[in-house]
């Protein structure tokens, strides 16, 4: 069974960054995932990584996020650079022992993190 934490999140100006870590225990394979839900707003997917490191991103955040991960740490990250006002929210380390090609559907995931916020002013 995997487990996941999430750390990083924090209040930053706009134009700055910050860099979101997911700690992973157990499994950690098939499609990792971030998402983010804002007050009010569905939960979205913001980017994601397979077993063999390929990458997707939600059109909004393409060229300022990275998704990356280093199995021997077994340690999820996602870089974020130029951050504005919309991308505050709450942000979520997901898991799915398999491949998933819908991966913006947080139906595809099997373990969740607790969430970390991230704020950013104007």
């Known amino acids: 069974q995997v487990h996941l934490v999430e750390s990083g999140g924090g209040s930053v100006q706009a134009g700055g960054s910050l860099r979101l870590s997911c700690a992973a225990s157990?499994?950690?394979?098939?499609?990792m995932a971030w998402f983010r839900q804002a007050p009010g707003k569905e939960r979205e997917g913001v980017a994601h990584i397979g077993n063999l490191g390929t990458t997707k991103y939600t059109d909004s955040v393409k060229g300022r996020f990275t998704i990356s991960k280093d199995n021997a740490k077994n340690t999820l990250y996602l870089q974020m650079n130029s951050l504005s006002p919309e991308d505050t929210a709450m942000y979520y380390c997901?898991?799915?022992?398999?491949?998933?090609?819908?991966?913006?559907?947080?139906?595809?995931?099997?373990?969740w993190g607790q969430g970390t916020q991230v704020t950013v002013s104007s």
């Open positions: 997901a898991a799915s022992r398999w491949y998933r090609t819908a991966w913006s559907s947080a139906d595809e995931y099997e373990t």
């Open positions: 157990g499994y950690f394979g098939g499609s």
